[in-house]
Structure formats: structure tokens, C-alpha cells
């Protein structure tokens, strides 16, 4: 019986399937770690004098990004971070924790740092800013059977008034409370994170544990009273969570 192109008959299919595959699979894993890239790298080190780490494997060709409304983004290059850190290792060796040289909460350093987002509000699907105060939306409303926020006291973390709630700033791709917008005691008005915030309708008060009274005057201000931009809004949330740290020194050493 003759057999003519069987290859099959001398080759192990199974064998090359499998070394077919791991061939397939290395070559994802290093496109892969080649578009993680993107964002975040060349790393820069802890110290002035050590070099900008690319690593392996190389950095990809810079892509630009058509943006949903209008624009471009190219990456990697496309958001590069020179912002000077405001903070000096407390030791020599590489990866020694920062000690802050000025106000960490307002520098952005630790728990209170935040992204170089563009200083643009974010927009839903149909163009709309996502986040906006209610007073500018009819079509929301709070739930009758929740309590509303408006009107109350807003207590810091020593227990004292910061100010008044005057409105509610909504996230319409949720829906959500985003920020509660807090009038203090000589007029300035600031957000305040909802996630940061409990609500005591009893006593018709709000305590945001994690900054004092004192402290809501340097909570980063709006451009805009009626808009938040997406820079802005990471300050914001970073200046309160900075202050679970950073507000009292008690808090900077262990509980026990």
C-alpha cells in the first residue's frame, strides 16, 4: 500500500501543536508587557541620580488615540509627570519612606497624592459634564425616604462645625452623590467627597472623620462654582484622603 504526503505518519502532531502554542503565548506575554508600557514608564527612580528604567521589554512606539469628543491622546509620552516631590527619604537605602517637607495634604504627597488628569470636566456619552450640583438638573431628585444631606451641619474630625451643606453634587452614569458642597463658616464654599461623609439624620449632621474643622478652608477650590474638572476632582478626593493621615499627628504613628 503506498502513502503519499501522509505527514501525519512521521511527525508527532501533538508535540508541534504544543511548541506551536508556547511559541503563540510568548509572543502575547511580550506584546502584552509592551502595552502595559504605555502609561507609567520609563520608571523613575528614588534617587536624582539613578536612570530612567525602561527594562525588558522595550518601550513601544508611541499611539495616538482618537478621543471621543474631539482630540488626541499619544501614549506613551503623552502625560509625562515633572511635578517636584515635596517630601526627602527618612533613610538612604532605595524604597525609605517620605517625610513631607511642606503641607502633605496640599502637596499631594502619601495617601494625598492624586493623578496629572486633564484639568477638563468629564463628560457622559452625550457630551453632558458627568458631575454636576443638582441645582442645575431637574431630572434628579433625592429619594423622599432617604435623608437629604442639604441643610445639615458638616462635622470634621474633631468634632467641630466646619459649615452647612448647601447642595449635592450628582454623577449622572451612576446615579450617584458624588461631593456634598459645603458653605463654611465665612462664606468660601467647598466639595466634599460623599464616600468620605456619614450621614446622622437624627442629629442632622454629616462627619467627615478623616480632615478637622479647620482644614476644610484648604480643600482644593473649583475654577468654576458650577463645574468640576477631572484634576480637580482627584485633588479633592486626595486632600481627604491625605487627611487620614496627615490631619492629626497622632495618626502618623501605629495605634498600638
Known sequence: MQTTGVVTSYIDVAQVTLYAFWLFFAGLIFYLRREDKREGYPLDPDRSSGARGTFFPPMPEPKTFLRTHGGTYTAPGGNPDDREIRAVPVAPWPGAPLQPTGNPMVDGVGPAAYALREDVPDTTIDGL???????????????????????????????????????????????????????LAGGQTVLAP???????????????????????????????????????????????????????????????
Open 129 to 183: 459634564d458627568r458631575i454636576v450640583p443638582l441645582r442645575l438638573d431637574s431630572d434628579y431628585s433625592i429619594e423622599p425616604r432617604d435623608p437629604d444631606p442639604r441643610g445639615m451641619q458638616v462635622v470634621g474630625g474633631d468634632r467641630q462645625v466646619a459649615g452647612t451643606v448647601t447642595d449635592v453634587w450628582i454623577d449622572r452614569t451612576e446615579p450617584q452623590i458624588k461631593f456634598l458642597e459645603v458653605e
Open 194 to 256: 460623599m464616600t468620605m461623609a456619614r450621614v446622622n439624620s437624627w442629629r442632622g449632621q454629616i462627619k467627615v472623620r478623616s480632615i478637622m474643622s479647620h482644614q476644610f478652608a484648604d480643600v482644593p477650590k473649583l475654577k468654576s462654582p458650577d463645574r468640576v474638572t477631572k484634576l480637580e476632582e482627584d485633588k479633592i478626593t486626595g486632600y481627604y484622603a491625605g487627611g487620614t493621615l496627615y490631619a492629626e499627628p497622632s495618626r502618623l504613628w501605629p495605634a498600638l
